[in-house]
Nanobody, 117 residues
Framework: QVQLVESGGGLVQPGGSLRLSCAAS????????MGWYRQAPGKQRELVAA???????NYADSVKGRFTISRDNAKNTVYLQMNSLKPEDTAVYYC???????????WGQGTQVTVSS
């Protein structure tokens, strides 16, 4: 059974940093595209960042230069380092695993990130 277990959310002041972690089942990590999505109240879920198994990455324009996604293949874990956080980054952040060809995706349970003074 595929599981994605997230951790690292919380409350941070504007300008602060957080690092989210997502541990995945070994059976999928080496193949799947790993990503982070977020959903703010009243808004649609949106892609924040994604990383392929060969290291290619892409980011939402709103987080470029502030967020960094990385994969530790030895630990089957994907990270999202979030710096210079803004109140508009407040959302529930979800880990996502997507096969390059097949569906459905797998999702984590979500972790709350709140940026507020």
């Amino acid at each position: 059974q595929v599981q994605l277990v997230e951790s690292g959310g919380g409350l941070v002041q504007p300008g602060g940093s957080l690092r989210l972690s997502c541990a995945a089942s070994k059976s999928i990590f080496n193949i799947y595209i790993m990503g982070w999505y977020r959903q703010a109240p009243g808004k649609q879920r949106e892609l924040v960042a994604a990383a392929t198994s060969d290291g290619s990455t892409n980011y939402a324009d709103s987080v470029k230069g502030r967020f960094t996604i990385s994969r530790d293949n030895a630990k089957n874990t994907v990270y999202l380092q979030m710096n210079s956080l803004k109140p508009e980054d407040t959302a529930v952040y979800y880990c996502n695993a997507r096969h390059p060809i097949f569906r459905p995706d797998y999702w984590g349970q979500g972790t709350q990130v709140t940026v507020s003074s």
